[in-house]
């Protein structure tokens, strides 16, 4: 049995956010992610990417091959910045919260496509968030 694979990349330009967008696409698809499963994935990769880059002022992406207690596969994505932080977590997830003069819709909106989603953050310390996609069987 082979190791599952693990990859960083930095968030710091557009550039970077789309090379993180295609990764995500390539390594679900050679997981044998559905369609829709793989679209929802690549969607909350790339809003959490953006927060990543415009919030917390760039970070970097750790993609990472997963396999639960029943051996379902998936892919886990941890975006980390070293930003202002989210002072209310709870807030910042309820649709139309924003900061940035937007509909307010991404961070939610990423946590509903995900099988998994977690949010570490404080103020002055940065924000880690993680997303778990499980392979359909």
């Known amino acids: 049995m082979t190791a599952p694979r693990q990859a960083t990349l930095e968030l710091s ?3 970077q956010l789309a090379i993180a967008r295609r ?3 390539e390594w679900a698809t050679t997981l044998g992610f559905g369609t829709l499963d793989r679209t929802k994935l690549v969607t909350a990769a790339s ?3 953006r927060n990543t880059l415009v919030h917390g002022g760039g970070g970097r992406m750790t993609i ?3 396999t639960n207690d029943n051996f379902q596969q998936g892919l886990r994505l941890t975006f980390e910045d070293q930003g202002p932080g989210i002072p209310d977590i709870d807030r910042a997830l309820t649709d139309g919260y924003t900061t940035a003069k937007s509909m307010g819709l991404g961070f939610g909106g990423a946590k509903r496509l995900v099988n998994e989603f977690n949010v570490r953050s404080a103020p002055g310390q940065g924000t880690t968030v ?3 996609q499980w392979k359909r069987r």
């Open 13 to 15: 330009s557009q550039d």
């Open 23 to 25: 990764t995500v696409q």
């Open 47 to 49: 809003e959490i990417g």
């Open 64 to 66: 990472e091959e997963v």
């Open 130 to 132: 993680i997303l778990v």
